[in-house]
């Protein structure tokens, strides 16, 4: 919502806020001149024109009632969003993970190769200059050059919220059963996919969709879609075949026979590799030169909260221990961002602290969960993050169930409440050569922020 609301105001729009507490991102926002009240429900200016509203917000939410009450526009983050796309050439990225790195490296790319566009992501990402970016209403440069600008977004699809983008060009990076509180199971979001890639324009028309070779059933998605279709994976069958040399730490996107990309990657694990490759090929697509995108590919520095170094710690051997945020949530973010961790950083040993996001996901996924922290040498869990379900959801599973399956697979797992108990845990066993990793899509972020600054009483603040 952060980033829409910046978008919003650099385009001319008032805009002011609603959130349940103060943020680093609140604070931003009322410092840019986007003033954020908290804890006030229901509250609206007088002279509001239109409400937008988080897919979380449920349409009993007092400012909804009140706006609606008073006949004022409503809408939500997707349609608004698609509201904006409709005047510009839009490129939605979705898929189940990777969208946030994915969105805000094509837009780096973009930018980079001179192509001036604007951009909507679910993440803080430096080289952007936040969560947004604001860019030309023409295609500056290039084959594209004259037409409506680039307008890149992050295309989530819970509440089927992409099916209200307007994209010329689409990403389907991967599809997994995840928001199964809305989604009765995975055949729900492989059609919801489906219904994405059929909001496509024609080839005709110049639309375009490129999505994974595997693990994105890419026959169902596309069976009624227009669209020109691509595909891009590490299998030949691939229309654009990834590959990874070790030896040389280069990663390439051939096209056939012919290579269209080659360059070393910034981005720790294989799952970015894929990441940046379909990055670099929609670029290839707008107009970017190879050059600009091989260039901007190899000095990504990445978003925040994605495998994210924050500092070091000292630990009680006389050493340091490594200390990662992360924002990983779903089974498959856990198992590849722990992966890519042990391989960048090679630990004496790798600690998580994993802050399970929503009690529907975590009951859903128990098992899947459990089985996904095989890299880590221990996992520390806090209380679940609730958000989203109700109270009689929250009754049926706890960390605490977590905690059991991940022991009754070898593994070694502790309950950690509060987030003052994970910190003073952390700096009780860290040793020199280890790396933690905070990560969940709360706020598990403070342990990681009160262990750099060696006060376990923050992380609860």
Request: with cysteine; net charge negative; hydrophobic share 40%.
């Amino acid at each position: 919502m952060s980033g829409l609301a910046m978008l919003a105001r650099s385009m001319g729009a008032i805009v002011t806020g609603e959130d349940r507490e103060a943020s680093e991102l609140t604070d931003a926002l009322a410092a840019a001149g986007v003033p954020i009240a908290l804890q006030t429900p229901g509250s609206l200016p007088a002279d509001c024109d239109l409400l937008v509203s988080s897919a979380a917000v449920p349409a009993e939410h007092p400012a909804r009632q009140l706006a609606v009450s008073r006949h004022l526009g409503v809408r939500t983050y997707a349609e608004f969003l698609g509201d904006l796309q409709r005047e510009r050439t839009g490129i939605s990225v979705a898929g189940t993970h990777g969208k946030s790195t994915t969105s805000s490296l094509l837009g780096y790319l973009l930018a980079h190769a001179g192509l001036d566009p604007s951009v909507v992501v679910g993440a803080t990402c430096s080289q952007l200059g936040g969560g947004f970016r604001t860019g030309a209403m023409t295609v500056p440069a290039g084959p594209l050059a004259g037409e409506p600008g680039f307008f890149v977004a992050e295309a989530c699809e819970y509440t089927n919220s992409f099916h209200r983008h307007s994209p010329r060009f689409g990403l389907v990076n991967n599809i997994e059963a995840d928001h199964l509180d809305f989604f009765a199971d995975l055949n729900a979001v492989i059609d919801a996919f489906a219904g994405f890639a059929r909001r496509l324009p024609s080839a005709r028309d110049g639309g375009r969709l490129l999505i994974a070779s595997q693990g994105a059933f890419a026959e169902r998605v596309t069976a009624d879609a227009t669209c020109d279709t691509r595909t891009f994976g590490t299998d030949d069958a691939a229309h654009y075949r990834v590959s990874w040399s070790p030896s040389t730490r280069t990663v390439a996107v051939h096209e056939g026979s012919i290579e269209v990309l080659s360059w070393h990657p910034s981005l720790p694990g294989a799952h970015n590799r894929l990441n940046a490759a379909a990055a670099g090929i929609l670029a290839l697509w707008a107009g970017a030169s190879r050059a600009a995108v091989e260039e901007g590919l190899a000095t990504f520095a990445g978003v925040d909260r994605r495998m994210q170094r924050l500092g070091t710690y000292a630990t009680r051997d006389g050493g340091t221990a490594v200390v990662v945020d992360d924002y990983g949530h779903h089974p498959t973010e856990c198992r590849l961002s722990l992966q890519a961790l042990r391989e960048h950083y090679q630990p004496r040993r790798l600690y998580c602290v994993f802050q399970p996001h929503q009690h529907s996901r975590t009951r859903f996924l128990l098992e899947d969960f459990a089985r996904s922290f095989h890299a880590a040498d221990r996992v520390l869990l806090p209380d679940i993050y609730f958000v989203r379900d109700s109270e009689s959801e929250r009754q049926l599973v706890s960390a605490r169930d977590l905690v059991d399956r991940i022991r009754a697979l070898g593994g070694s797992a502790a309950y950690t409440a509060p987030f003052s108990l994970a910190t003073s845990t952390l700096m009780d066993e860290l040793r020199d050569g280890d790396v933690v990793v905070t990560m969940g899509a709360g706020p598990v972020f403070k342990v990681a922020r009160a262990l750099l600054a060696g006060s376990p009483a923050d992380a609860d603040r």
